[in-house]
């Protein structure tokens, strides 16, 4: 997709602080981190939305959650916890179409998901 900003980071084309990559996966720094450890993890195919991930794509969302995995062992938070979200369309929080995982951690999280 030409003009999606997660698309542009995956080809290099927008600089990002990279956490962990493989042939299907990004893991960067959150730009506006909401916890000590924030990482979006994308997949490197476009898919705007959950709701886009069809049994075609069940591959590149695996490879989302294994880029996760990867993301919280590096960061030093796999043990101590963590929280993933998938925001989805505007009620859902969804800002940047392209399908992505928030890693948040670092912190005890606040109880409940708001
Ligand atoms: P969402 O609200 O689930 O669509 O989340 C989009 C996330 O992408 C937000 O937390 C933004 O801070 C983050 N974000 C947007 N642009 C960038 C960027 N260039 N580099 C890193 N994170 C970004
Ligand atoms: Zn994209």
């Known amino acids: 997709m030409d003009d999606c900003i997660f698309c542009k980071i995956v080809k290099g084309e927008i600089p990002c ?35 886009e991930v069809d049994e075609d794509a069940l591959p590149a969302v695996a490879a989302m959650i294994r880029a996760a995995q990867e993301a919280a062992r590096i960061k030093g938070i796999a043990e101590r916890g963590f929280r993933t979200v998938i925001n989805c369309n505007e009620e859902g929080g969804q800002v940047v179409f392209h399908l992505h995982m928030h890693l948040l951690g670092g912190r005890k999280l606040a109880d409940g998901l708001g």
């Not at 990279?18 to 506006?32: Q, S, W």
């Open 17 to 51: 602080r990279k956490v962990y990559e493989d042939d299907e996966a990004l893991a960067f720094d959150d730009i506006h981190p909401m916890a000590p450890v924030h990482v979006v993890i994308v997949p490197k195919r476009h898919l705007a939305t959950l709701l």
